[in-house]
Each structure stands twice: as structure tokens, then as C-alpha cells.
């Protein structure tokens, strides 16, 4: 049985950049209802008793309704987690201002932060449809950013997953309208880089 979990953040202190509202029925309607929805479908099912990544890596390619839903639990469930609340901190410009291996394999991968931010931001942009773009690392250690389709995710592949951004019209819709520009500019204040950090390989 698979559970819908907590936010790890107060859903009322993202100020002007997510609403309250809008992770009520992204976490409370969206999420839970592919957490529901797979809970049934695994009902006497022989991948059941198994872990996520398990049940998205045996679903791939061989069941789509199963992979679609444990997949978006995934893609949820890690998403809640690379953001946070504090905006304390300032927004990177550089790598330079926070420390942390991260900032360094971002700084050999991409070039800089802010090249690595660039690209980021306009995979994000230009994604052509609902699906997620992420932050990976390759079994080589190297850091690349790759956007996915719908359902798709890197868990369960040889990739590892170490940040992600919903762009989902559920994800900004009530707060930005059809401005995805502004909500991915937005995103920027409110990572949760410690997170990304302890992702990595």
C-alpha cells in the first residue's frame, strides 16, 4: 500500500510564487489521487508488496496505467522535497555563494551556476506539453539536465535523480496562468539545495 506523503514545508509561506491553494490541489487532489488510483490498480496485483522505484522499473514499457501512476507518486513525492519555504538565502547567482559538492559539479558540468540555470530554465520553457525537467547524474558522475514527458522520470534508469520542476499546468496554473516563465523564475528562491546535495551518486 502505498501512502500520500506529508509536504516537508508550511504550504502558506511561499508568498507570491505558489499559493496555498494551489499545493492543496496539486498535493491534495493531483498526488493523492495517483496514490489512490495505484493502490487500486496493484490490488492483487503481482508487483503489490513491491517498493516504488521497484514497481516503476518492472511497469516500464510492459504496463502503462501501473508506470503512469507510480511514476507520477515518484515525481511528486521528490518534487515536494526540493523546495523549501526560507528565502533567507539568497537566490544563487553563482556558485560561489553556497557551498556544497553540488555547486562544484554544476560549475565543471555547465560551465558556471548561471549557465547551468539558463539551461534549466529554457528546457523548462520550451518543453512542449505537461512532464518534468530534472537535474540528473550519469553512473560517470556527470551532471546533465533532461526534460521527460508526461509520466516519465529517471527513477528506476541509470540516471539519478537530484532535482526536479513540475511543469504540469496543476503545477502553476491558478497562480501564474499560461505565464510558465514566471513561475520557473520563481522557482529559483525556493530550492531546497541541501536536498539536491544528498541526491547525489
Not at 501501473?66 to 539568497?90: G, T
Not at 506539453?129 to 530534472?134: A, F, K, M
Not at 516563465?181 to 530550492?191: C, K, L, S
Amino acid at each position: 500500500m502505498h501512502t500520500l506523503p506529508d509536504l516537508p514545508f508550511d504550504p502558506e509561506s511561499f508568498g507570491d510564487w505558489t499559493s496555498a491553494e494551489t499545493f492543496s490541489r496539486h498535493h491534495g487532489k493531483h498526488h493523492a489521487g495517483y496514490v489512490s488510483k495505484l493502490n487500486t490498480a496493484l490490488e492483487g496485483h503481482e508487483l503489490a508488496d513491491n517498493e516504488l522505484v521497484t514497481t516503476i522499473t518492472a511497469s516500464r514499457g510492459s504496463d502503462q496505467k501501473i508506470f503512469n501512476l507510480a511514476a507520477q507518486h515518484f515525481n511528486h513525492s521528490f518534487f515536494w522535497n526540493c523546495l523549501e519555504a526560507d528565502r533567507s538565502r539568497p537566490v544563487p547567482t553563482s556558485s560561489g555563494l553556497l557551498g556544497g559538492k553540488i555547486f562544484e559539479l554544476i560549475d565543471r558540468d555547465f560551465g558556471s551556476f548561471d549557465a547551468f540555470k539558463e539551461k534549466f530554465a529554457a528546457s523548462a520553457a520550451s518543453h512542449f506539453g505537461s512532464g518534468w525537467v530534472w537535474l540528473v547524474q550519469d553512473s560517470s558522475g556527470k551532471l546533465s539536465v533532461s526534460d521527460y514527458h508526461d509520466a516519465q522520470t529517471p527513477a528506476g534508469t541509470d540516471l539519478a535523480p537530484l532535482l526536479t520542476l513540475d511543469v504540469w499546468e496543476h503545477a502553476y496554473y491558478l497562480d501564474f496562468k499560461n505565464d510558465r516563465g514566471g513561475f520557473i523564475a520563481g522557482f529559483w528562491g525556493h530550492v531546497n539545495w541541501e536536498f539536491v546535495e544528498s541526491n547525489l551518486a
